[in-house]
């Protein structure tokens, strides 16, 4: 399939380490995030997401965390497996006043997992 | 259960031409939006349809229109087409109504070659 992203910056990480991506977002306005995993010809996977309420989520071996003060998100995998090479996105809610909402998505990181 | 589906895979165009996707959303989803995501860059926001009336529109040419049926299905419209426009479009559907911060799923994106 074709490559997602050719100029994008890249993690790379050893199989069974942790892996931690970091995220900023824009708009001190958004309400919900969400991390999504995006591999080669593929559409955008959910992983988790979490709500302006909330500091910290966990999933099965992600977490993601959210720091509003300096509108942060970052996403923590537990473990990388070879399997989770992709590329990762978050994104981030902004309400419409005609009722809608659209997802604005940051630029991405590439993770590479070394076996 | 079947998730997001997108048809065509892959469309080859020549400038100048119209081309029209399709998305059939998640069994039980009433919003759908597209997305257009660039080679090496996150998805940008086109449209989001609700219960067949448009929601949202992102900062896109009046070339591209959608609209959606009764069952909840959508297309994507775009004239005259650009170089540009190569790209993968992506359709993501969602549950709850706009404006409620909710999940968006996607489908595998249809594939636009403009030449």
């Known amino acids: 399939g074709e490559s997602v992203g050719l100029h994008l910056p890249t993690l790379s990480v050893q199989e069974g380490d942790n892996s931690i991506i970091n995220c900023a977002y824009s708009?001190?306005?958004?309400?919900?995030f969400i991390w999504y995993k995006q591999e080669s010809g593929k559409g955008p996977q959910f992983i988790i997401d979490i709500r302006s309420n909330m500091d910290k989520r966990q999933g099965q071996r992600v977490t993601v965390l959210l720091n509003k003060t300096v509108k942060h998100l970052s996403l923590q995998i537990a473990a990388t497996q070879p399997g989770d090479s992709a590329v990762y996105f978050c994104a981030e809610n902004v309400s419409f006043k005609a009722a809608g909402n659209k997802l604005t998505f940051g630029g991405g990181t590439r993770v590479l997992v070394k076996p | 259960d079947a998730g997001v589906t997108q048809s065509p895979t892959h469309l080859i165009k020549t400038r100048g031409q119209q081309v029209t996707l399709r998305c059939s959303p998640i069994?039980?989803?009433?919003?759908v939006s597209w997305y257009q995501q660039v080679l090496g860059q996150g998805p940008q926001f086109i449209f989001q349809?609700?219960?067949?009336?448009?929601?949202g529109r992102g900062n896109f040419p009046d070339r591209f229109s959608a609209r959606q049926f009764p069952n909840y299905s959508s297309e994507l419209n775009v004239n005259a087409l650009l170089l540009g426009d190569s790209a993968l479009y992506l359709c993501?559907?969602?549950?709850?109504?706009?404006?409620?911060?909710?999940?968006?799923?996607f489908g595998p994106g249809t594939r636009l070659t403009v030449l």
């Open positions: 708009n001190s306005a958004s309400d919900y």
């Open positions: 349809y609700y219960e067949k009336e448009e929601r």
């Open positions: 993501a559907s969602s549950h709850s109504v706009p404006g409620v911060p909710d999940t968006q799923y």
């Open positions: 069994s039980g989803h009433k919003s």
